[in-house]
């Protein structure tokens, strides 16, 4: 058997993004903050600032990144997979945007009621509580908020860390296709319990049926 090839060195600027994904990762960085000046990245990843300057131009090349000339440099993405859905949900037409979070999210909730844990369920009922508190209030930015966190924790009780980061570069048009209540709107809240209860009771063919009827209103 002929020996393996040594693996290639990493170069310092590999290991800079590298450290930069882990940041986005844990959450420590998050979206639409902005991150260190670079005397201080290069001080807490341990390198160059010149090695910090090539690895924010690359992650900023690929839409994670957002330099601001004479303001900072800001977490636009937090991985590459939702830069690049972002990018292509400004390029294509409504009609296939909808066609899509239909896939993911019908899928999704199938997924939902097989692996749900009940950290999901709880967190899936605190943002119903907090979507009909909104309502109650009158509240409809509220309101809004929390309708794109439910729709986003059902694909999280998916666990399926790709399909979240699939969704996670829809999420402004999904917020853009939600409709406040507060304007004469319907909040559909039946279609969103049929969506929890299937999950809650482990009916995959059931929260499939009820998320597709769930989008089916918000395209009619």
């Given at each position: 058997m002929m020996p393996l090839a040594p693996a290639a060195p990493t170069s310092l600027v590999d290991q800079a993004i590298e450290g930069m994904r882990a940041l986005l990762a844990t959450g420590e960085w998050t979206l639409g903050t902005r991150i260190p000046p670079e005397p201080q990245l290069a001080a807490d990843l341990g390198v160059s600032r010149n090695t910090v300057r090539e690895a924010v131009k690359a992650l900023?090349?690929?839409?994670?990144?957002?330099?601001?000339?004479?303001?900072?440099?800001?977490?636009?993405?937090?991985?590459?997979?939702?830069?690049?859905?972002r990018r292509q949900a400004e390029r294509v037409e409504i009609e296939h945007l909808l066609e899509v979070r239909h896939a993911i999210e019908v899928r999704a909730a199938a997924l939902a009621a097989g692996r749900r844990t009940r950290a999901d369920?709880?967190?899936?009922?605190?943002?119903?509580a907090r979507r009909l508190a909104a309502l109650d209030a009158g509240d409809g930015a509220g309101f809004v908020d929390a309708d794109v966190d439910f729709h986003v924790a059902v694909v999280a009780a998916a666990h399926n860390p790709l399909l979240s980061e699939l969704y996670d570069g829809l999420v402004e048009t999904l917020r853009a296709s939600i409709d406040d209540p507060t304007k004469g709107y319907p909040p559909m809240l039946p279609e969103h319990d049929a969506v929890l209860e299937a999950i809650r009771r482990g009916d995959a063919d059931?929260?499939?049926?009820?998320?597709?009827?769930?989008?089916?209103?918000?395209?009619?």
């Open positions: 900023a090349h690929v839409g994670v990144l957002e330099v601001r000339r004479g303001d900072g440099t800001y977490v636009a993405a937090t991985t590459e997979v939702q830069a690049l859905m369920l709880a967190a899936l009922d605190a943002i119903a059931g929260a499939a049926a009820a998320g597709a009827e769930l989008l089916d209103h918000v395209t009619r």
